[in-house]
């Protein structure tokens, strides 16, 4: 047998470090997450808020039966998920907020990422340097955010190869609508089976944005037939998963446009970019 030489052998273990990248980079999309009280899908980060008691993220729509309940009985509201009080001051709640991310909350994490860019504090060179943390830890809209500051030059410099690197690798960590900016990218480089492939994954997690992509796609006869409607049943599904989502709480809380500090406590929204 004629022995490998080196070149040989790197280039394969290059190829095959590629071969990995995309299988965990097209791999099938996760489940949505649910809520922790009622199990139905999370809604839209807008509906929903983040307990910096447990770090647990609750729908609208839970948090208003809480609201209802304690204040019923006069009293000050509880998490509907540790039963802790709601925090009375911003301090107290920036302290538990705190108290998270040092013990390594990537959730946590992200949102004081958020939180340290935000208003006029615009601290984009640490809230970066978090999120690279919090991806790290598994949150795939904090690695997405990194992205972003890449792509647009916030607290770093302009940089498209890290701008994609961090994409991905939100992508990898389960983001969804990610797949939408990695199409774009993909198609604007020409690479349109990948640019494609990210597609065919955003619109099976329900992402309607791509459905336009796709239906391009199926007439330039980049995909299949059969690859279109597949995704195209799998998104129906999604939107009917999304639709049985819907409670009169979580439609109530969406009516009610909730000031989440004064009903909820929490002034530690996620104020993320995308995902
Ligand atoms: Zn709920
Ligand atoms: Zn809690």
Redesign the pocket.
């Known amino acids: 047998m004629q022995k490998e030489t080196p070149n040989k052998a790197k280039k394969k273990c290059e190829r095959k470090v590629a071969e990995l990248h995309d299988e965990a980079l097209f791999k099938d999309p996760p489940p949505p997450d649910e809520c922790p009280i009622c199990y139905l899908i999370l809604p839209n980060e807008e509906q929903t808020t983040f ?1 910096t ?2 770090g ?1 993220i609750i729908c609208n729509g839970c948090m208003i039966v809480m609201v209802k309940e304690t204040r019923a009985k006069g009293k000050p509201g509880l ?1 509907p ?2 039963r ?1 009080p709601t925090s009375t001051s911003e301090k107290e709640e920036m302290k538990r907020l705190m108290k998270l991310v040092d013990s390594g909350h990537s959730q946590a994490i992200y949102n004081y990422a958020c939180y340290i860019r935000g208003g006029d504090r615009q601290d984009w060179v640490t809230a970066n340097r978090l999120y690279l943390k919090a991806g790290e830890l598994g949150c795939a809209g904090a690695y997405y955010n990194l992205g972003g500051s890449y792509d647009q030059g916030r607290g770093v410099d302009v940089d498209e190869k890290k701008a994609k690197h961090y994409y991905e690798l939100a992508a990898i960590s389960g983001g969804i609508d990610v797949h939408n900016v990695l199409g774009g990218l993909e198609a604007q480089a020409g690479n349109y089976i990948r640019a494609m492939k990210h597609f065919i994954i955003a619109v099976k997690s329900g992402n309607n944005r791509c459905l336009g992509h796709l239906k391009v796609g199926y007439k330039s006869r980049i995909i299949t037939k059969d690859e279109y409607e597949e995704a195209l049943r799998s998104f129906q599904q999604r939107q009917q998963r999304q639709q049985e989502t819907k409670s009169d709480e979580r439609d109530q809380a969406g009516a009610a446009r909730i000031s989440e500090r004064a009903t909820f406590g929490s002034a530690f929204r996620r104020t993320e970019d995308h995902e």
């Open positions: 307990q008691c447990c647990k998490c998920f540790c802790k």
